[in-house]
């Protein structure tokens, strides 16, 4: 079911659409970039590394407690009434509101603010 997975397991084969959303996004990116002449190589410094890192880290955690995305989660599943996607959903407005208090300050705009 994934890349790795098809790669390590006898019975999986690893070229699933999957394999090809993730190789094909960073590739579809880099030649539209590269096509237009805006490619460019950068690395965020120090705590904002991290705090992507985290960031995406909690997203994957997230994810796989959830049993989904948040779209497969607040679409598909609030309209059937899930009560997992129901408290998934809940959970992700939380954790929305809680993220932009913790990163937001007077002294900088937030992008969700700035209107």
Same mark, same amino acid.
């Given at each position: 079911?994934?890349?790795?997975g098809g790669l390590?397991s006898?019975?999986?084969?690893?070229? /699933?659409?999957?394999?090809?959303?993730?190789?094909?996004?960073? #590739?579809g990116?880099? *030649?539209?970039?590269?096509?237009?002449?805006t *490619?460019?190589?950068?690395?965020?410094?120090?705590?904002e590394? !991290?705090?992507?890192? +985290?960031?995406? *880290?909690?997203?994957?955690? $997230?994810?796989t407690? %959830?049993?989904? +995305?948040?779209? $497969?989660n607040s *679409?598909?599943?609030?309209?059937?009434?899930?009560?997992?996607?129901l408290? %998934? /959903?809940?959970?992700? #407005?939380? $954790?929305? /509101?809680l !993220?932009?208090?913790?990163?937001?300050?007077?002294d900088?705009? +937030?992008? !969700?603010r !700035?209107?």
């Amino acid at each position: 079911r994934t890349l790795l997975g098809g790669l390590v397991s006898p019975g999986q084969h690893p070229m /699933t659409w999957g394999t090809f959303m993730i190789l094909g996004i960073p #590739l579809g990116s880099w *030649l539209s970039a590269w096509s237009r002449g805006t *490619l460019e190589w950068w690395v965020p410094e120090g705590w904002e590394l !991290a705090r992507r890192f +985290c960031g995406g *880290l909690f997203m994957g955690i $997230g994810g796989t407690v %959830a049993g989904g +995305c948040n779209i $497969g989660n607040s *679409l598909t599943g609030v309209s059937i009434f899930s009560l997992n996607s129901l408290v %998934a /959903t809940a959970s992700i #407005l939380l $954790g929305v /509101t809680l !993220a932009v208090r913790a990163f937001s300050s007077r002294d900088r705009v +937030c992008p !969700a603010r !700035a209107t």
